[in-house]
């Protein structure tokens, strides 16, 4: 663990001392701060509570390269991995972690897009200041504080008062793993102003086939009635690893909606944080996993509910074969002062194998006496009544168990707004399904 630390602070030093970093030191200061708890935390292992069912030190191991600014050429790879309705949408290209605005297309006169060092440097400090690297405040682990450490080539999105963003906002995260390993680390901070609306989208993509870390932070602030809606779509390769924390603070009574569907990777952590800090915020959180091979899949999830009269509903989903496996933990805080909070909590999975497992642990942690809070979880298998009645009408067993997974994932799929990502990911899944059921 010493070797990995020395070997990262030698890169951190070296970025700390050129020139682009010296001129902003709004972001050379968090950068420090961010790699002294790295140093101190360093990488988690299974002591951690919060990393109990989830081994990442193997990835470290490995001969990862920190990639420079000189981005490969990508063009004709980046058709293939483009979202249907592109020519319609704000796209954000990042390679190896470093946000490339050449690939980038932004259709959208209300998005301001600029780079972390051009928001660090402007009319946009005090905002960076302030509020990049707020989700350390949840998330304690060398993990996060490495992301921050080496924040370079990061985006800074502010969606304008009063603005709808009329085109969604696509984010590609491409990592190019053809000549070597590669930790790409990609950073966003996004401000949604006052009365402002808009739709996101994030990828993961890894073209080669070097092993591939992608440790990913997004930040997003809502302002007093704002609207997003957030969508998360994992299916990278079978030896791509990704830790992705996306960190919602809902700073005046907004809506959130986010849905997450991951469906491939080595080991794939997802963190997502829901602080909601002001009174009458709403927030629904919507999760499917569905897992083969030997991926493995931890899904780790915060909503607290700061002020009072605030309204929160999760329901995640999970389908594991073969011998994947799968981690749901979920945590809802209900302070002290949050009365009159409605908050639901509720995990499923279906096991399809014998080998495949899962952990699940839906937690309330509640300090306020006038709340209504709810949680569960169940793991088992496809029902046997279920499979006899559709096989007794003539359907043939595969196809019987092809048309239960579908039903059962579908609570997750209508929560897909988009008309273009819904029917993408719709076939993402028959895809799965008939891969691993026909």
Known sequence: MNNIIENYKEHFDRLQSSPTSNAMSV???????????FSKMGIPTARHEEWKYTRIGSLFNAELQFPANLLPSIEAELEAIRLPGYEQANELVFVNGYFNSSLSRIRSAELITLTMEEAAAGEYKDFVLRYLGDSSRYLKDGINALNTAFTQGGV??????????????????????RTAAILAQPRSLVHIGENAQVQLVETYSTIGIADSFTNQVMEVVMEKDSLVEYYKIQNDASHASLVSTTHFLQTGKSYLHTVTISLNGAIVRNNLNVILEAEHCEAHLYGLYFQGGKSHIDNHTIV????????????????LNNEASGVFNGKIFVRPQAQKTNAYQSNKNVLLSDAASVNTKPQLEIFADDVK?????????????????????GISEKIARFLMIRAFAADILEHIKPAPIHAYVEQLISERLEFHIL
């Open 156 to 177: 800074f999105l502010h969606v304008k008062k009063g603005q709808a963003i009329e085109h969604p906002v696509y984010i590609y995260n491409i990592t190019d793993a």
């Open 373 to 393: 809070c709810s949680h569960g979880c169940t793991v088992g298998q496809l029902d046997e009544e279920a499979l006899f009645y559709l096989r007794s009408r």
């Open 304 to 319: 607290d509910n700061v002020k009072p009269n605030c309204f929160s509903n999760e329901l995640y989903k999970g389908i």
């Open 27 to 37: 972001l050379a200061a968090v950068r420090q701060n961010a790699f002294n708890a």
